[in-house]
């Protein structure tokens, strides 16, 4: 069953380092999204992403934060300078028609 | 923007029990799933369902969209149940919006 890939499942990275966490979308589907929680809270959405732009995005996503389909495949999401609140677990998700979505396995992205 | 609102937040339960999650939306919806965030924080696809029911196994959902709630039943739970569930609503195909979740616990 195809299944949305990211990677990697851990990083652990400085204060003021940048991130890059990587997902494979499921291959036949046009919208992409970002969400992150925080340890013990909810899902809360970032960013969606069509037709090689953002069609929406939340008031966390701000300019530290940056997406990319850098080919036919990837879709990426940079953390510029990283700050102890950004831990968090980082989801990607997929849809091939804006309606239901397939969620990653998550990265789990701690900021030290 | 629009309200999700679960209950309850914390259930435990003895195997083989029978338990009703709702989950109440402040606004009409386009969307509507139900998820199991598993242990290692995954979160599993349980039921896409804007409207109707739907079963799965021992699982089953229903949504009144008109009344603006959903509700996922699980019969004879399971130790491997347990864990979080979320219920998120979208009103545009753009975002989803997560409930606070409910923390089912099955004991053995």
């Known amino acids: 069953e195809p299944e949305v890939t990211q990677t990697p499942s851990h990083q652990v990275t400085q204060m003021g380092q940048e991130v890059i966490l990587r997902c494979v979308p499921i291959?036949?589907?046009?919208?992409f999204y970002w969400y992150r929680q925080i340890l013990g809270q909810k899902v809360e959405f970032l960013v969606s992403?069509?037709?090689?732009?953002?069609?929406?995005k939340s008031e966390i996503f701000d300019d530290q934060f940056s997406v990319e389909r850098p080919d036919g495949s990837n879709f990426t999401l940079k953390i510029r300078s990283t700050k102890l609140e950004d831990s968090a677990m980082y989801f990607c998700a997929s849809s091939v028609n804006a309606a239901e979505a397939f969620f990653g396995q998550g990265t789990r992205l701690t900021v030290v | 923007g629009i309200q999700v609102e679960q209950s309850p937040p914390d259930l435990i339960l003895q195997e083989g029990a029978n338990s009703t999650l709702r989950c109440n939306f402040s606004d009409s919806v386009n969307n509507l799933q139900w998820f199991h965030q598993n242990p290692w924080g995954q979160l599993i696809n349980l039921f896409y369902i804007p409207s109707g029911t739907k079963q799965n196994g021992r699982l089953s959902a229903t949504t009144v969209a008109t009344e603006r709630y959903s509700l996922l039943y699980i019969s004879s739970s399971q130790t491997t149940d347990s864990g979080v569930y979320f219920c998120?609503?979208?009103?545009?195909?753009?975002?989803?919006?997560f409930g606070e979740g409910t923390q089912l616990t099955v004991n053995p």
């Open positions: 291959s036949n589907h046009l919208y």
């Open positions: 992403f069509y037709n090689n732009e953002i069609s929406e």
């Open positions: 998120a609503v979208d009103r545009s195909g753009s975002r989803l919006t």
